[in-house]
């Protein structure tokens, strides 16, 4: 069974430019979320998507946005980047979302480091 | 609020020694669920263990074990024997029990093993 893949697994952007991420959940999966990491801040969360409906979302400005497709795949938009957006971009994907359920865990994908010049 | 804290920034260690790394949290939940996951330089967090609230046996899984005690609020992590695979970042969650809720993570231990 094909884990999470997350693609680009490395990009380089400059400020104010925008760049879009894609998430592939592990198949089956129907929920879908995004995580920041960074040195200085740690992991954050970022939203949670389910049957193409946002659910979740994590305390970051607008510029930050997402979506889910019909066949649970996810992609997550920052828009006029900044220097502070540089991060580790991680997405996980689990059967229904939450963590309830030992049926239930989230499955993390590598990763998409972005580079904001 | 929820919030995980892992005092350890950094360990270090020689392959064999064993190494505890700590994990203090605070929530307002009376059941709630608490994670380890291992970040190795590849990137993808691995799932280790999850335990929930009502829950406080003691785990071990290998060379690994866990000592959950609520009265401490604490949920520490012990690598016996260690090898230089166990190098990696180390981190500890904290979830709620209700709903579809998500993941608050410390701040990550990272392990360092040498030979």
């Known amino acids: 069974k094909a884990g999470v893949t997350q693609t680009p697994r490395y990009l380089i952007k400059t400020r104010g430019q925008q760049v879009t991420l894609s998430c592939s959940p592990i198949?089956?999966?129907?929920?879908v979320s995004w995580y920041q990491q960074t040195p200085g801040q740690g992991l954050q969360f970022l939203f949670e998507?389910?049957?193409?409906?946002?659910?979740n979302k994590g305390n970051f400005p607008g510029r930050f946005s997402g979506r889910q497709f019909s066949n649970s795949r996810s992609e997550m938009n920052v828009s006029t980047l900044e220097l502070g957006d540089s991060a580790l971009y991680l997405c996980?994907?689990?059967?229904?979302?939450?963590?309830?359920?030992?049926?239930?865990?989230?499955?993390f994908g590598p990763g998409t480091r972005l580079t904001v010049l | 609020a929820q919030k995980v804290t892992q005092a350890q920034t950094e360990i270090s260690v020689v392959e064999k020694e064993d190494v505890t790394l700590d994990c203090v949290y605070e929530?307002?939940?009376?059941?709630?669920?608490l994670f380890w996951y291992k970040q190795p330089p590849s990137g993808e967090l691995v799932f280790l263990i999850r335990?929930?609230?009502?829950?406080?046996q003691n785990e071990i899984s290998g060379r690994y074990s866990w000592n959950f005690q609520k009265s401490t609020s604490s949920f520490n992590f012990t690598i016996t024997a260690s090898q230089v695979v166990d190098s990696a970042v180390y981190f500890c969650?904290?979830?709620?029990?209700?709903?579809?809720?998500?993941?608050?993570f410390g701040k990550g231990t990272m392990l360092l093993v040498s030979p």
């Open positions: 929530t307002r939940d009376t059941t709630y669920y």
């Open positions: 996980a994907s689990s059967l229904i979302g939450g963590t309830m359920g030992s049926y239930n865990e989230q499955f």
């Open positions: 198949s089956g999966h129907r929920s």
């Open positions: 998507y389910f049957s193409e409906t946002q659910r």
């Open positions: 335990r929930n609230s009502f829950d406080e």
């Open positions: 969650a904290l979830s709620e029990a209700e709903g579809y809720s998500t993941l608050t």
